[in-house]
């Protein structure tokens, strides 16, 4: 079974999730095109997810895909979080901005029963998760609800886990790809490959189709996912140039610039290993710095990005990015899906 039919789509394209830089319009956008649009949930509440869900099915009936995190809320850890403000303390003073302000508690919520009855209620084609898979049972009332299955793994071994629990497929997330890595057997980075390494490696040892991501932004990229085995591929990098993303002005900006070139995987902005384009606060404090764990190291930053971004300075946002901008355009997010569904359903 091809994965356009396991999912109902013409074509093997998937929109990544990017929570913060995009709403439903741009997975309506993807999704009438022909492709896979995505809604983050990492970000969101269950009341706010249901309001993205419903304005989704408004505008159209096409398949979506839901996409939630699956770390575990770690403890305060308070002499830990005195460290971080410490460190970024400099900073603060310059910005004028008043640490005791700072907010406790986490900024992302997993995947939970108030979200799974979401699920059950809108029933979307498909769902996604970040960093493993959550509870069994909760996983169950997923797959109850008639989704597909999908989850990314960063290597081999965590592709493993992934089809011994029973996922519909399987995202290879290769080292190039923008945004938080999706590792969750392991922390050490030393095992992550980039995308073209680790592609080959999954769709000859899965039994399950292999959705290809990072550093895809193009034709010539897209098909050379499918002729290393992959059934389709996902694309984020390039859909936040888009006039339906909602990134910002600044982030548009890097992108574009080139600057872009050089990412880098970075904890600075929430605690766990994210790639973006390098700023002030990576160059000074460098990429993986000792933080609260994800997501709590955030609430340090928020206040500092704020501030900065009121003075039109990205020196403390997290500019979410692949290691492959060179194609950002600011074309319409249908356009970009058409042109990559072509290339990649091209089996000349």
């Not at 492709?35 to 997810?49: E, H, K, Y």
């Not at 993205?52 to 099915?57: E, P, T, V």
């Not at 403000?85 to 008043?98: S, T």
């Amino acid at each position: 079974m091809t994965l356009e039919h396991l999912f109902d789509i013409p074509y093997p394209i998937l929109q990544a999730p990017m929570a913060g830089a995009q709403d439903h319009r741009l997975a309506v956008a993807v999704s009438q095109a022909g492709g896979l649009g995505a809604i983050p949930a990492g970000m969101l509440d269950a009341a706010r997810l249901d309001e993205q869900l419903s304005a989704y099915r408004a505008l159209t009936e096409r398949p979506c895909n839901v996409n939630f995190f699956c770390h575990q809320p770690p403890p305060i850890d308070d002499a830990r979080e005195q460290r971080w403000r410490e460190r970024l303390a400099g900073f603060y003073r310059e910005l004028q901005v008043d640490p005791a302000q700072i907010a406790r508690g986490p900024s992302r919520q997993p995947f939970d029963a108030a979200m799974a009855q979401i699920i059950e209620k809108h029933r979307p084609a498909v769902v996604s998760f970040h960093f493993g898979l959550p509870a069994q049972e909760l996983l169950e009332r997923v797959r109850r609800s008639g989704a597909k299955i999908i989850a990314s793994a960063t290597t081999l071994a965590e592709g493993l886990w992934l089809q011994e629990r029973g996922v519909d497929a399987v995202i290879a997330q290769g080292l190039e790809a923008g945004g938080h890595r999706g590792m969750f057997l392991e922390s050490d980075l030393s095992t992550q490959l980039g995308t073209f390494a680790l592609l080959p490696q999954l769709a000859d040892a899965l039994e399950l189709p292999v959705i290809a991501a990072g550093g895809i932004v193009d034709a010539r990229t897209a098909r050379a996912a499918r002729v290393l085995g992959a059934a389709a591929v996902q694309v984020g990098t390039a859909y936040l140039a888009t006039p339906q993303s909602l990134a910002s002005e600044l982030h548009r900006k890097a992108l574009q610039d080139p600057r872009a070139r050089h990412t880098v995987v970075t904890c600075a902005f929430s605690g766990r290993p994210a790639r973006g384009i390098v700023n002030r606060l990576i160059r000074e404090i460098g990429p993986l710095p000792d933080t609260p764990a994800f997501p709590l190291a955030s609430n340090a930053i928020t206040p500092l990005r704020a501030r900065a971004e009121s003075l039109g300075l990205d020196d403390f946002t997290p500019l979410w990015s692949g290691q492959n901008a060179s194609q950002c355009r600011t074309v319409d997010a249908g356009q970009l899906t058409r042109e990559l569904g072509e290339a990649a359903s091209d089996k000349a």
